[in-house]
């Protein structure tokens, strides 16, 4: 028997979130993010549940291959852009679309050799000062661009930081000032930069898409849906999945491959870091974090981070190793060797962890946890 920790993909919880993704932004189209080899999920079992969305966006240009030999023949947006002049001849081979953030991409550009005329995405950096021109230098980068051959359509965009704030507010997004942060600024900049250039417009990633999307200018004519496409709150803890009708699309699974039964003072797992306060059952569970699972999960008795035995919950005790877990099974004294074990997402008989508690606890976000998924752990779409 292989070892039983898996992760299962479910498909029809993509085609739902991409859906909550449509009807969040009913007038744009939608990118469905799937960097990260599809934020871990794997792009084919991606593709075949979100193939309903307008395009793909990406950053890898692998990615973007894997995606034409699924058969899409729609719109590939590569995030990042070029990385080097070479990139660009699979842009032309393969018509992907791509992001201009900087100078140098334009140079190249300049010197493609192309027959069909590229369409790109201009750029804005309108606070987050990671990527793009800005406000200043953004209309001459637009010139220049409009007018070399190698360019068809200029699309423009900008990335907010602080969308999935609490008090993030764009119901100042009218107010002169281009000064201040937040999403309001933000909006503010992209509209006094952009205001009279034509070409399609995207800005909202899934926070912006779910808390701010009837806002003046955030919808536009693309939204970015990536987080929320895999089940996961943008803005936990203020609002978890549940509230925002995101379905996981991810689920953890492995079994208890050993229990052990603990005296007072006997202590669990590399350090003793954790101690028998009285008679207990554990269970050891095949998975660890070499498997992606976070080393510095605590085990405190209040802030113990949870995971499902049999779909009861119950925590961790020790620290985590490369390889396995131990849990707590006071909750659960009939589990044994063999009972199934959920790290995150759904269990049996309808129980779920959502894994954002997990990050929480673990002091990150589902969108790491997700990501970091180790090459050896198995993804497989749930069995219908
Ligand atoms: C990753 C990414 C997104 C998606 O962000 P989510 O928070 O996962 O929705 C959108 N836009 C850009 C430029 C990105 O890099």
Redesign the pocket.
């Known amino acids: 028997m292989p070892r039983p920790l898996q992760a299962l993909i479910h498909t029809e919880a993509l085609a739902h979130n991409l859906a909550r993704a449509r009807t969040a932004a009913p007038d744009a189209r939608v990118w469905a ?1 799937i ?1 990260a080899n599809a934020y871990g999920h794997g792009i084919a079992h991606a593709y075949a549940g979100l193939r309903a969305a307008d395009g793909f ?1 990406l950053l890898e240009l692998a990615e973007a291959q894997a995606v034409r030999d699924l058969g899409w023949r729609g719109p590939i947006l590569l ?1 990042e852009g070029a990385f080097e002049p070479r990139d660009l001849e699979l842009c032309s081979r393969l018509n992907l679309w791509h992001v201009v953030h900087c100078e140098a991409q334009v140079d190249w550009l300049a010197t493609h050799k192309t027959q069909a005329p590229h369409r790109v995405f201009l750029k804005l950096n309108s606070g987050m000062n990671r990527l793009g021109f800005t406000p200043s230098a953004f209309r001459a980068a637009w010139t220049r661009l409009s007018a070399l051959p190698q360019v068809g359509e200029v699309s423009l965009m900008t ?1 907010f930081s602080d969308a999935d704030a609490c008090g993030a507010d764009t119901s100042d997004a009218d107010a002169p000032s281009t000064a201040g942060r937040g999403i309001g600024a933000q909006l503010r900049r992209f509209a006094a930069a952009t205001h009279d250039l034509p070409g399609e417009r995207s800005l909202a ?3 912006a898409i779910l808390r701010h999307a009837s806002a003046a200018g955030v919808s536009a004519d693309w939204v ?5 496409l895999y089940g996961s709150s ?1 803005d936990f803890a203020q609002h978890d999945a549940r509230h925002w009708d995101l379905r996981p699309a991810m689920s953890l699974r492995s079994r208890l491959i050993a229990t052990q039964t603990l005296e007072p003072g006997d202590t669990v797992g590399y350090g003793s870091a954790y101690s028998a306060a009285a008679p207990m059952r554990i269970g050891v569970v095949a998975c660890g974090y070499a498997d992606g699972y976070p080393r510095h999960a605590p085990d405190l008795p209040e802030r113990g981070t949870p995971v499902l035995v049999e779909g009861v919950r119950t925590r961790l005790v020790g620290r985590v190793s490369m390889d396995l877990i131990t849990v707590d099974l006071t909750p659960v004294p009939q589990a044994g060797p063999g009972s199934e074990v959920t790290l995150w997402g759904r269990g049996p008989s309808d129980s779920l962890l959502p894994i954002d508690e997990v990050a929480q606890a673990a002091g990150t976000v589902g ?1 790491e946890l997700m990501c970091a998924l180790a090459a050896r752990v198995p993804v497989a779409p749930e069995p219908a």
Do not use: C, T
């Not at 970015?224 to 929320?228: D, L, N, P, S």
């Open positions: 993010v960097k966006a995030l990335h990633n899934s926070a970015r849906a990536g987080i929320m943008p969108y």
